[in-house]
């Protein structure tokens, strides 16, 4: 007599809709997990904020103003107030963007002060002093000596080579970045600044921003002229000063 063949298990039978909601709740559950991952991210580096529609409607009217304010000193320039009483100018930016126009912005862009406390070497001219007039309450400026400069290119000189900030400490990078213009050394840098040479714009390229210290808050950002008891506009030869205390 044969033997009976066993039936083969019944499978088990799971519902489509059910094998469809599964696949749904791990989805959202990977998804849930790279949204916390990513918010304890920008908690951790402190950029998560969270901004109120008031806090947009002060931040707008802020910069409303800034640029009709800025209007506003460019009708004040008088031919006295744009003739500088040197050659050389070193720019100093002291206060951020929160109530910045982006035509203020663009300005101190195109002087290479991205950044708060940095400085920068620029050749005095009716346009230059125009210039900064216009964007007076971010940045002050004034007429360094050979002294000031020498301070600033040896303790803060940082250069550009390729896409890599150098210290300006060795006088072959110098020389081959800028040996075609007869500057071989540090010393000739510094001497081609303080002149306001015929390839100062090509020392001043080469040379970073100066990223500058502010021990005891030397500088606090006020807007108020220096002339009438703040930080920002033209210094002159007192712009001495504040580089031995901040470089």
Same mark, same amino acid.
């Given at each position: 007599? #044969?033997?009976?063949?066993? #039936? =083969? #298990?019944?499978?088990? /039978?799971?519902?489509?809709?059910?094998?469809?909601?599964?696949? @749904?709740?791990?989805?959202? #559950?990977?998804?849930?997990? &790279?949204?916390?991952?990513?918010? %304890?991210?920008?908690?951790?580096?402190?950029?998560?904020?969270?901004?109120?529609?008031?806090?947009?409607?002060?931040? /707008?009217?802020?910069?409303?103003?800034?640029?009709?304010? $800025?209007?506003?000193?460019?009708?004040?320039?008088?031919?006295?107030?744009? @003739? =500088?009483?040197? !050659?050389?100018?070193?720019?100093?930016?002291?206060?951020?963007?929160?109530? $910045?126009?982006?035509?203020?912005?663009?300005?101190?862009?195109?002087?290479?002060?991205? *950044?708060?406390?940095?400085?920068?070497?620029?050749? %005095?001219? %009716?346009? $230059?002093?125009? $210039?900064?007039? *216009?964007?007076? =309450? /971010?940045?002050? /400026?004034?007429? =360094?000596?050979?002294?000031?400069?020498?301070? &600033?290119?040896?303790?803060?000189?940082?250069?550009?080579?390729?896409?890599?900030?150098?210290?300006?400490?060795?006088?072959?990078?110098?020389?081959?970045?800028?040996?075609?213009?007869?500057?071989?050394?540090?010393?000739?840098?510094?001497?081609?600044?303080? %002149?306001?040479?015929?390839?100062?714009?090509?020392?001043?390229?080469?040379?970073?921003?100066?990223? &500058? !210290? !502010?021990?005891?808050?030397?500088?606090?950002?006020?807007?108020?002229?220096?002339?009438?008891?703040?930080?920002?506009?033209?210094?002159?030869?007192?712009? !001495?000063? &504040?580089?031995?205390?901040?470089?």
């Amino acid at each position: 007599m #044969a033997t009976e063949e066993a #039936a =083969p #298990a019944a499978l088990n /039978y799971i519902p489509e809709v059910v094998l469809k909601k599964r696949k @749904t709740n791990e989805q959202w #559950a990977v998804r849930r997990k &790279l949204q916390h991952e990513e918010r %304890a991210k920008r908690q951790k580096t402190g950029n998560f904020i969270i901004k109120k529609p008031e806090q947009f409607i002060r931040e /707008y009217r802020d910069k409303e103003l800034d640029l009709v304010q $800025m209007k506003s000193r460019g009708k004040r320039i008088t031919s006295a107030s744009i @003739t =500088p009483e040197c !050659n050389l100018l070193f720019v100093i930016r002291i206060r951020g963007k929160n109530d $910045m126009h982006p035509k203020t912005r663009k300005i101190l862009y195109s002087l290479k002060l991205r *950044k708060i406390r940095t400085g920068v070497f620029v050749k %005095a001219s %009716a346009g $230059m002093m125009e $210039m900064l007039q *216009k964007v007076e =309450p /971010y940045v002050t /400026y004034g007429y =360094p000596n050979v002294k000031s400069v020498k301070d &600033l290119i040896y303790k803060k000189g940082v250069v550009r080579v390729g896409k890599e900030r150098i210290p300006l400490t060795d006088n072959n990078i110098v020389e081959q970045e800028l040996g075609k213009h007869s500057i071989i050394c540090i010393e000739d840098i510094v001497n081609e600044i303080v %002149a306001v040479g015929p390839h100062f714009k090509s020392v001043t390229s080469f040379l970073c921003p100066f990223v &500058l !210290n !502010n021990p005891e808050k030397v500088l606090q950002g006020k807007k108020k002229r220096f002339e009438d008891g703040g930080d920002s506009g033209n210094r002159k030869d007192k712009i !001495n000063e &504040l580089i031995s205390k901040i470089n």
